[in-house]
């Protein structure tokens, strides 16, 4: 196939960000196809299902293509022009803050948002609205680690190392993960490991087509990954295996840590965790007698109510061997959304400005208050967390702007979620399809998508990627940048935002230099010419780093910090009421919430609804068959789905994946307990009954 009348871009889902190209077509019902890109170097041609079928949700058949506003005579949405969509937005948004003052608004934003968007919604909220209430749906990605990566490192970085360094290393513990599904392009990485002669070692309540994987599968009940982590460590120190050089010449803290993990002794975390202590003794030989080696979390360890230290505890342990901070060594997290990392690096979070610059930071505030051209006192300070910004909504926060997310189908206790959304004096959504969410909305206006778009994404490893525009969009539809761009004229500002997405990334350039995530030597033409850049990359004329800490963390003194940890219980453990542990996760192929794939015919083929994974031993006691129907039900609610009996899950654990809206809403039940430090809801473990859904 001729390359001459393809665009090269990247898929529009996971945080691989793979590399494809676009065929824009003369007829038919999908206006593109995807042809493959073998030169990208990071899934080298290779695609799932989602990312083959991605021009499927292009079709006018299945997404927006005008805007919406709610009638206040029929209380339908009907069609309307733009031009009174945008009025009926700034009407409702500024009748808000007349009413009820600025932080009454608030602003909720998307981890697949481009940096560009990103960006400008973070100074859209600050700056037009004046509201401190803005965070995003990455707040539920991936938080957890990127907190315990400042304690302990100075900066959040997904992984800092590429992704082709994983085959190369000696030994791979993969925590809370299911590649093969969330990331099939990615599992590549571990087959090479071991055909390299490296182990792989899985930690996961569930035998997964991941777990089949690994040399040695560690299976502890959901929302016990701290405790196995520090009897691994308890281990590492019993068994005399400490680097104490490398804890000596580049570590701080090492006898606090040190003592918290020598509190949990074998056989207590064989009690806590279910894994056996000989399976413990293996893990702690396999990983230490290798001389490279990495632990790589996902939402496994980290959607928990102690999911910081969790992550914590997996960091001490690659501090304590020399694991860290060393060629083809370190600590990992695998970022689950598209711009889960770029998302929350520009200011769409709560606490920070662009750059990754703390809020509460005056030398922050004084430096993006320069750029943008206002006094640094006029910037709000920190807003509320994601589930804290929701669980506000008609209370404190009357209107919400919504831009890229379905928290009626992703939020933890969702059916609350969906009360609070509900009870809004105004909502506003800016989406590609009619979500749950969307349908809720006073206005809903139609985006483009990213075939239709030109920006930049920053993918798991923290390289910058850039998406070409391929197609023009329906005559309906505007982007994000243009919906910004207009709204903040009709409130008041002609200029600062710009509907340009390069003028954009070189105004968030300006932004990030000198921050943490250092953007400013980053431009469109480097991105294509160097297959991606990886921050920080402060200076045109130098190269990005694909490789942190080799020399030093990034802490004042160049040190990595262990962080003192104990094992504490969830927020909500099983009783006699509640007696069966609930986690909850993905399929191959759906994505999030399922707002988009779910209109993909092929997708809904291979998965079409929810289901309910139990143990032969649990659906004999219930006297439940394979494909009835079960009511799982917590303290938040009841959720009903068809049984999936198999043996590769815990007799005391029961998985439902979370992409579906409706009767099996798997976040009817989840817990949004959150964590202290990254404000991470419980996702990954509650307590459930299970009942026959006739009784």
């Not at 697949?112 to 401190?132: C, P, Q």
């Not at 003194?557 to 006699?576: I, L, N, S």
């Not at 988009?596 to 997708?603: A, C, G, M, P």
Request: with cysteine; net charge negative.
């Amino acid at each position: 196939m001729s390359e001459v009348t393809t665009v090269p871009t990247h898929c529009p889902y996971c945080a691989l960000q793979c590399g494809m190209r676009l065929r824009p077509t003369a007829a038919g019902e999908l206006p593109a196809e995807v042809v493959e890109r073998p030169d990208f170097p990071v899934n080298r041609g290779v695609l799932c299902g989602k990312g083959r079928t991605a021009p499927a949700v292009l079709s006018s058949r299945v997404r927006l293509t005008e805007p919406l506003v709610r009638c206040p005579d029929t209380g339908a949405l009907e069609p309307a022009t733009w031009e009174e969509a945008l009025a009926a937005v700034a009407e409702g948004l500024s009748r808000t803050r007349a009413g009820h003052g600025a932080d009454a608004v608030g602003v909720f934003g998307g981890g697949g948002l481009t940096n560009e968007k990103a960006y400008a919604l973070g100074k859209f909220a600050r700056l037009v609205l004046g509201t401190s209430q803005i965070d995003y749906n990455g707040r539920f990605c991936m938080s957890s680690a990127a907190a315990a990566h400042q304690r302990a490192f100075g900066l959040d970085r997904g992984l800092p190392f590429p992704l082709e360094d994983i085959p190369k290393t000696g030994c791979v513990i993969l925590v809370g993960s299911n590649l093969a599904e969330t990331m099939p392009p990615a599992l590549r990485y571990l087959t090479e490991l071991k055909a390299n002669g490296g182990r792989l070692i899985v930690v996961d309540p569930r035998r997964t087509r991941t777990a089949e994987q690994a040399d040695l599968h560690l299976a502890p009940r959901p929302g016990t990954d701290l405790a196995l982590a520090l009897g691994m460590l308890h281990l590492v120190v019993a068994e005399g295996r400490v680097d104490e050089e490398f804890v000596a010449a580049r570590t701080e803290g090492w006898a606090d840590a040190r003592a918290g993990a020598m509190s949990h002794w074998p056989e207590q975390v064989e009690r806590i965790t279910g894994v056996p202590v000989p399976e413990l003794r293996a893990a702690v030989g396999m990983f230490t007698e290798a001389e490279t080696g990495m632990v790589l979390t996902a939402r496994g360890p980290e959607q928990q109510s102690k999911g910081t230290d969790t992550v914590g505890a997996w960091i001490n342990l690659c501090l304590a061997t020399g694991k860290a901070g060393r060629p083809l060594s370190g600590y990992g997290c695998l970022t689950g959304q598209g711009n889960g990392q770029g998302g929350r690096e520009h200011g769409q979070k709560a606490d920070q400005l662009p750059g990754y610059r703390k809020l509460d930071d005056p030398a922050a505030r004084e430096h993006v208050a320069g750029v943008w051209g206002v006094a640094p006192e006029s910037l709000p300070g920190p807003g509320r967390s994601a589930y804290e910004l929701l669980d506000a909504l008609g209370r404190d926060v009357k209107a919400l702007l919504l831009m890229g997310s379905n928290p009626v189908v992703s939020a933890p206790r969702a059916a609350h979620v969906e009360e609070r959304i509900r009870a809004l004096d105004f909502l506003a959504v800016a989406d590609v399809v009619l979500s749950e969410t969307a349908a809720l909305a006073d206005v809903v206006l139609p985006v483009t998508q990213w075939a239709e778009e030109t920006g930049t994404t920053t993918n798991l490893e923290g390289r910058v990627l850039l998406r070409r525009r391929a197609l023009t969009p329906p005559p309906g539809v505007r982007s994000d940048l243009e919906v910004l761009h207009g709204l903040a004229a009709l409130l008041g500002w002609e200029k600062g935002f710009p509907a340009d997405p390069e003028e954009v990334f070189g105004e968030l350039r300006r932004a990030s230099a000198g921050g943490p995530a250092d953007y400013a030597g980053i431009s469109y033409r480097r991105i294509e010419e160097e297959q991606g850049v990886f921050w920080p990359c402060p200076d045109e004329s130098g190269g990005g780093t694909p490789r942190l800490f080799l020399d030093r963390f990034a802490t004042p003194d160049g040190r990595a910090r262990f962080v003192p940890v104990v094992h504490r219980a969830a927020a909500e453990e099983t009783d006699a009421e509640y007696p069966v542990v609930l986690t909850t996760g993905r399929v191959v192929a759906q994505y999030q919430s399922g707002a988009q794939t779910r209109r993909v015919d092929e997708l809904n083929a291979a998965a079409p609804g929810p289901f309910v994974e139990l143990h032969p031993r649990l659906a004999e006691r219930l006297g439940v068959a394979e494909g009835e129907a079960v009511a799982v039900v917590s303290r938040r609610g009841r959720a009903v789905a068809p049984a999936r009996i198999t043996a590769a899950i815990r007799p005391d654990t029961v998985f439902m994946p979370f992409h579906w809206p409706g009767e099996g809403r798997a976040n009817t039940l989840t817990n949004p307990a959150l964590d202290p430090v990254s404000k991470m809801p419980e996702f990954k473990v509650c307590a459930v009954r299970l009942e026959r859904a006739a009784s």
